[in-house]
């Protein structure tokens, strides 16, 4: 084991955080390089099992430097499956190492985790979230109508818990799909009366909404043919909750996991707009 | 004559040299140099020479440089690359690089300068301080002042070692704070052998440590007048006086040395500054033409010769 860049004084701390992630079964554990050829940066320690990979930046004070900063928008841009974690001394001294409100901040707003390091303990203050399993401002467009009920799933999922947000983002978009069939069936746009719609499944409420026509009665089309395919392709989406042991299965479903979210904030905002016309 | 060459290399294909005397990079200035690369690159070339056998080059002048780029993965960065030095030119050449910017730390310097003595001291040649300084490039006064360090006990190189690992505002206890506080014990030691004589040297650093860090001496240049207590006899006071009042300052944790030197030999030094004046005053005034004297410097004499009058009544 040998560091080139990282401070002797830090050297212990990386060395409970290899030994931590060996007995954890991280058998590739990188010292000082990129986690890829394009990468801006080389954190301290790269630890990889399997389709986990994990880059700890290891420094004695809690700062986000501009550099540093830099590096975790890149893994978030280029979506590069890895956990970023700041790893530092619980201890500085005789005092406890104390974590700014901005620090907590920006490390929660970016998914970087936090290891503070006493000796040989090594306690994960802030947990971190994969950077490709993180929803950007720039990967969704949602309108101010939208903003209160799909931001909150969007955070769930940025926090870390995607199968708790797909399955939120799942009943929103089936709710506003049924609110807007009762509304078309209350204005009578379209041709059931509103106790059919209620005991209609989802499916047929799509294809209600869908139809111009309904068993031989003009109404009026909601959605067009896209967006009918698309939610239902969409309506499997809460049954992604199986843990592939497999390496392949597992980026699969992470893949799946953050195409799910994307297509349900988009089809709720959509929804949302066209409830509210 | 052997010649340089500019190139663009990968950070990955140089070492460090172990030379380098510098041993503290302290994370703040890393980081606004590795802000500043990310911006602009590296604008001024690293210097290095080829280990041909290990094909591998080592770095004379850019360590700092060297780290940011690997840390910011950069593929190439500019380079000169020198001929292969000797172990000694390597030493004096990397203190010539640095020397003069001002970047390494009196203890870095100092554990450097050592080496170069005993590499002198090995290959026969001249190694007096006057030498260690042509040589280095390092002004004798440093060269002085590294050596005095070294002779700090143990722990306190420890401590100074910690220290200057922290920015320069949040070091406590600086180079110039050990050398302050030696000057005096050395003082105490020679003039006041007593006082050694039943507290050792460290006892006496310890207790100093102590009260410049819970603020009882407030300024390192306060030891000045630690060594003015125990040359207390220049002044004309009784070294019979000065010594207790100095076991005192060792041994009472909340005594001043301001207390310490009012109690014992301020007024002393006051009146030796004051006979000097005097003296000086007297025998230019001697040599004054009486002629020549203005009505308004008559007058400042008048008023003085009326204070010394009344003084001496």
């Known amino acids: ?277 | 004559m052997k010649s340089t060459k500019l190139d663009n290399i990968s950070p990955d294909l140089i070492t460090k040299n172990p030379d380098n005397p510098r041993l503290v990079f302290r994370q703040e200035e890393l980081d606004t140099l590795l802000n500043s690369i990310k911006k602009v690159g590296i604008r001024v070339p690293l210097s290095i020479y080829e280990e041909t056998e290990k094909k591998k080059y080592v770095l004379l002048d850019g360590e700092r440089r060297w780290m940011c780029a690997k840390k910011l993965n950069l593929d190439k960065i500019p380079v000169i690359i020198e001929p292969k030095p000797s172990r000694l030119e390597n030493i004096l050449r990397m203190f010539n690089i640095h020397n003069v910017r001002v970047q390494w730390d009196l203890y870095a310097t100092a554990l450097k300068l050592q080496e170069v003595k005993r590499l002198l001291e090995k290959e026969g040649k001249p190694d007096s301080i006057k030498d260690l300084a042509a040589v280095t490039g390092v002004s004798e006064t440093t060269v002085k002042r590294a050596f005095e360090l070294l002779k700090l006990p143990k722990k306190y190189l420890h401590l100074l070692e910690e220290e200057l690992k922290r920015p320069k505002s949040e070091q406590k206890f600086s180079e110039d704070f050990f050398l302050e506080m030696m000057k005096a014990v050395k003082v105490i030691e020679r003039y006041t052998p007593e006082i050694i004589e039943k507290t050792s040297k460290t006892k006496i650093m310890d207790s100093f440590k102590d009260k410049y860090e819970k603020g009882t001496i407030t300024n390192i240049v306060k030891f000045r007048n630690v060594s003015k207590i125990a040359r207390s006899e220049n002044a004309g006071v009784p070294s019979s006086k000065a010594v207790p009042i100095l076991k005192k300052l060792i041994s009472d944790p909340k005594y001043t040395i301001d207390d310490a030197y009012q109690d014992s030999v301020a007024k002393a030094y006051e009146d030796r500054s004051l006979t000097r004046d005097i003296e000086s005053i007297s025998e230019r005034l001697s040599e004054i033409n009486k002629k020549r004297l203005s009505p308004e410097f008559k007058a400042l004499l008048k008023k003085m010769k009326n204070i010394i009058e009344t003084l001496l009544e």
Request: proline share 4%.
């Open chain 1, 1 to 277: 084991m040998k560091f080139e860049i990282l401070d002797k004084e830090l050297w212990p701390i990386a060395k409970s955080l290899i030994t931590q992630y060996r007995r954890k079964g991280y058998k590739t554990i990188l010292i000082e390089k990129p986690f890829d050829r394009a990468a801006s940066f080389r954190p301290t320690l790269i630890c990889k099992k399997g389709n986990e990979n994990i880059a700890i930046e290891i420094r004695n004070d809690p700062v986000f430097s501009e550099y540093f900063e830099d590096f975790v928008k890149d893994c978030l841009a280029e979506r590069r499956p890895v956990k970023v974690y700041l790893a530092m001394p619980s201890i500085l001294g005789e005092e406890e190492i104390a974590l700014t409100h901005s620090f907590m901040s920006k490390a929660n707003g970016y998914g970087v985790g936090v290891f503070l390091v006493h000796e040989k303990e090594v306690i994960e203050y802030i947990k971190s979230v994969k950077c490709n399993m993180r929803i950007g401002p720039n990967d969704c467009i949602i309108s101010s109508r939208g903003k209160d009920k799909i931001l909150p799933i969007i955070s769930r999922f940025n926090k870390g818990e995607p199968i708790d947000a797909i399955r939120d983002i799942t009943e929103l978009v089936e709710n506003l799909v049924d609110n807007l069939a009762k509304k078309a069936s209350k204005k009578r746009k379209v041709v059931p009366r509103i106790k059919e719609v209620t005991d209609m499944n989802f499916e047929t409420k799509i294809n209600l909404l869908s139809a111009s026509d309904w068993h031989g009665k003009h109404q009026k089309k909601h959605f067009n043919e896209d967006f009918k395919s698309d939610l239902k392709s969409f309506k499997g989406a809460r049954n992604l909750s199986h843990h592939p042991r497999d390496k392949v299965l597992s980026k699969k479903l992470e893949q799946q996991l953050i195409e799910r979210m994307l297509m349900g904030t988009r089809l709720s905002n959509d929804l949302l707009v066209c409830l509210f016309k």
